[in-house]
């Protein structure tokens, strides 16, 4: 769609400037300074919003991570100029090193769970059955409701006593799990919940990609005896990979930086067995009012997903110049 | 293309008329304070948010402007953006007249110079409780004062206690003994809020300060044993381990559910309680022995002045608060309310109206205040509480270890 609305418009510019620059030779350096300038100024509120709405807040946050950035700054603008005292303080705090693991913990349990899930789901709708769209819409609810809701709904459901989950097991003849309440199994719990979340994201994007793979291509390579999962490892896979690339780096840049729902569900306990770095980072700045250290957390929560794009970018790149 | 440009040229023009109301209304404003003479309006924020004390709050604060003859401009948060708001505010220079803090904040708020001494503007002191005072001060100058204030003890239920026969226990020997017997099927005998929260910690405090704990230093005897009663509890069944992840509205709903026979939880849980038709009552916090006096921490919100720069509005402004503290209308809000009178003289009054609430009456007037000790640290120290208090309910270090690592870990 695109190519072919922009085809004409580009021809007709490369003919104006050849039928000017024929026709006046002289003036053709003005002409085009005004039409960059023109282009220029196409770009300036695109530039302006960036700039204002993700340059500055990325730049105030550096620079707060390197002060003593305090309720008092607020009122009086003073901010006294730590060096890297806060990065020190985060870095070699106790709890930096569980916030990791379990920042790590969480992004890949929750990619692992909600991709493959959702590829399912995904690979599922692709075949067309009765309700097939109506079921699929279902399929978003969770993603429709607010964070907030669904938090403290599954924390309802989860409850160790008298929780909807536990009730049902109990017909099973399944002991009480502590879903929430042990320090070794509210990890697995939150990341859970997650996944659950995350899954009509993953579910729609795929299934998205999955529509722009040609019914010919399964067609030649069912004559070919490419059928079921043969079918899925030599034609969908392939084809799908940049739409699969997308959904992981945004899946993991959206996922180091989940807070709602952790804190919804246990604040971090218990006994920080659900801390993060993004819940640890809230705590500092909202809760201890340390803003520099809670700005310093979050700089490094950033260069960690800074990281993890560009390396996968590059694998991705190299995958395609091969 | 035509109708769809009109529409357009209406909307920015539509846009523009908005844009230009913030310019307007700023006028206005900044033409009724430079004119110097009669102030007509004070703005006031706050976090009573919903239900009976937003009304309550509401009428008296517009009582008391009518009293001093302004018109009151009242702005409403959710409770955890209040803070959040206060500093957007003091960076922006547009902080309200009349400030409404939660009392463990007010130190953190008044070290930033944004609020000013109430002693400029004549206000009295006298007759308030000690806690009170400790909270709303700050380097030695009162900058809030709370009309009313509360705190925790332990609730329960009469007919549940009747039929095992027992009496509220009074040492944590009988509280541990009757959480026991009452534990049955789906009952348990006891409920607190453990969870990692300042609330967990608040909860805490009483069994700690009672028994000699401070929260300067954790890792003490005195708070071990409190912390060892609280384990025990979990560990022999008499509470849910789900108390790691409650709220006190989470505690305050097992006991209306008949799923905790007791538990601790402060004055204004009664409405919801009255409502439900649980047959309650309010007994004090278990000591360690007959002989301990109990201490509780003080809860409620304190009124302060900011400095706003108008010190017309300031003034006006001081007397809404002092009008709110008289102890007529301290005793107005109180029975409202729920909550204990701040000043000495009007709790006594609202213990002789109120039987009911006379336990939370005497626990307020020796009540202690969070941040008297710690002032602005107190943040802290109340994470370190609430951490060793979730490691050692769930098992992870005992008592003692997990003062230790939580007192020393930064």
Redesign the interface.
């Known amino acids: 769609m695109t190519s072919t609305a922009q085809a004409p418009a580009a021809r007709r510019v490369v003919r104006d400037e050849a039928s000017v620059s024929s026709r006046m030779p002289g003036r053709q350096p003005n002409r085009l300074r005004v039409q960059r300038l023109f282009q220029l100024l196409f770009l300036l509120p695109a530039a302006l919003y960036l700039v204002l709405f993700f340059g500055y807040p990325v730049v105030k946050n550096v620079i707060m991570s390197f002060q003593a950035y305090t309720t008092t700054t607020f009122y009086t603008g003073e901010a006294p100029w730590v060096g890297l005292a806060n990065y020190a303080k985060v870095l070699s705090s106790q709890l930096f090193g569980t916030a990791l693991l379990n920042t790590a913990l969480f992004t890949i349990g929750s990619i692992a769970g909600q991709f493959v899930i959702g590829l399912l789901f995904a690979l599922f709708f692709r075949r067309h059955f009765p309700l097939s769209g109506v079921l699929r819409s279902l399929l978003l609810l969770p993603w429709l409701l607010p964070l907030i809701v669904s938090s403290a709904v599954w924390k309802w459901i989860l409850d160790q006593d008298s929780g909807v989950l536990n009730q049902f097991l109990h017909a099973f003849g399944i002991g009480s799990v502590p879903w929430l309440t042990s320090p070794s199994v509210a990890l697995i719990t939150v990341i859970l919940v997650n996944i659950w979340i995350g899954i009509p994201f993953n579910t729609t994007i795929l299934y998205g990609g999955l529509q722009d793979i040609p019914a010919e291509m399964y067609e030649a390579g069912s004559l070919d005896g490419a059928t079921g999962w043969k079918a899925f490892r030599y034609i969908t896979w392939p084809m799908l990979r940049p739409v699969v690339s997308v959904t992981l780096v945004l899946g993991v840049v959206y996922t180091v930086k989940v807070l709602d729902i952790i804190l919804g569900l246990t604040n971090g306990g218990p006994a920080n067995a659900t801390q993060t770095i993004a819940t640890q980072s809230y705590d500092l700045s909202f809760k201890q009012f340390d803003f520099g250290s809670g700005a310093a957390l979050s700089n490094i929560l950033i260069v960690i997903s800074a990281l993890f794009a560009i390396v996968y970018l590059r694998l991705n790149r190299k995958a395609i110049d091969d | 293309m035509k109708p769809r440009s009109r529409k357009f040229g209406t909307a920015l023009a539509a846009l523009a008329m908005i844009a230009t109301v913030p310019l307007v209304l700023a006028g206005c404003s900044g033409g009724a304070s430079s004119s110097g003479g009669k102030v007509d309006s004070i703005t006031v924020l706050d976090y009573y948010n919903q239900g009976n004390d937003k009304a309550v709050i509401g009428k008296y604060l517009d009582i008391c402007g009518a009293e001093n003859d302004v018109k009151i401009d009242r702005k409403l948060v959710p409770g955890a953006s209040l803070?959040?708001k206060v500093?957007?505010q003091?960076?922006s220079k547009t902080l309200p007249d009349v400030l409404m803090i939660d009392n463990p904040d007010l130190q953190?708020?008044a070290?930033?110079?944004?609020l000013s001494p109430l002693d400029q503007y004549g206000i009295s002191t006298d007759g308030y409780a000690k806690g009170v005072l400790q909270a709303g001060t700050y380097k030695d100058k009162v900058y809030g004062l709370a009309p009313t204030v509360n705190t925790i003890a332990l609730f329960y239920n009469k007919a549940v206690l009747a039929k095992a026969g027992i009496t509220p226990p009074k040492t944590w020997d009988e509280l541990q003994a009757s959480a026991k017997q009452l534990t049955t099927g789906?009952q348990?005998g006891f409920a607190v809020d453990a969870?990692?929260?300042?609330e967990g910690t608040w909860q805490f405090l009483p069994f700690m300060w009672s028994n000699g704990g401070n929260e300067k230093d954790i890792d003490t005897a005195g708070t071990e044993e409190a912390l060892q009663l609280w384990t025990d509890l979990v560990k022999d069944g008499s509470m849910?381990?789900?108390v790691?992840?409650w709220t006190q509205a989470d505690v305050n709903d097992q006991f209306i559910?008949g799923?905790a026979a007791m538990m601790i939880n402060g004055p204004w849980q009664i409405p919801g309680l009255k409502e439900s038709g649980v047959d309650y009552g309010i007994a004090q916090i278990p000591v360690k022995s007959a002989s301990d006096t109990p201490v509780a921490p003080l809860g409620g919100e304190v009124w302060t002045v900011p400095n706003t720069g108008d010190k017309a509005k300031q003034k006006v402004a001081a007397k809404i608060v002092d009008c709110l503290n008289s102890e007529k209308n301290q005793l107005a809000m109180a029975k409202l309310r729920f909550t204990i009178p701040s000043k000495t003289a009007a709790a006594e009054k609202f213990g002789e109206e109120v039987p009911e609430e006379k336990v939370f009456v005497d626990l307020v007037a020796s009540a202690r205040a969070r941040t008297g000790q710690l002032g602005e640290t107190w943040?802290?120290a109340a994470?370190k509480i609430?951490?060793a208090v979730?490691?050692a309910?769930?098992g992870?270090a005992t008592p003692a270890e997990a003062l230790k690592?939580a007192q020393?870990?930064?």
Do not use: H, R
């Open positions: 803070i959040q500093l957007q003091a960076s953190q708020i070290a930033t110079g944004a789906s348990y969870n990692a929260t300042y849910s381990k789900s790691v992840n559910a799923k943040p802290k994470t609430y951490t979730q490691s309910l769930t992870q690592n020393a870990g930064s």
